[in-house]
């Protein structure tokens, strides 16, 4: 399955299930099972003693995935275009400095 089909099942399924809200809420759910992953994260590792031992539970990022695809769509933007700029331009921020991390973030 591409983004495009992925973000358009999520779309379906929320309309189906009535299940639109406005997109401030949709990021607040996404925020929300990112916080779920964190949890797991944290607990998996000992608080990050134990790192090799992460354990994320398939449907929790699945859940986060959903919430992600779910905020696009009520932003109404294109989830598979938006991986595609994404990666561009960390595509540009590796070929600008071999060193750099494509990460956001300093």
Do not use: C, W
Request: avoid cysteine.
């Amino acid at each position: 399955m591409d983004v495009d089909d992925a973000q358009r099942q999520v779309a379906e399924f929320v309309q189906e299930h009535d299940l639109e809200t406005p997109p401030e809420f949709r990021l607040l759910d996404l925020v929300s099972e990112m916080g779920e992953l964190a949890k797991d994260a944290n607990t998996s590792t000992g608080y990050g003693d134990a790192p090799g031992d992460l354990d994320l539970a398939a449907d929790e990022v699945g859940d986060a995935l959903f919430a992600l695809l779910a905020l696009a769509d009520a932003l109404e933007i294109d989830a598979e275009a938006a991986l595609a700029e994404a990666l561009e331009k960390y595509e540009g921020r590796m070929a600008a400095d071999a060193a750099e991390s494509p990460g956001s973030g300093e």
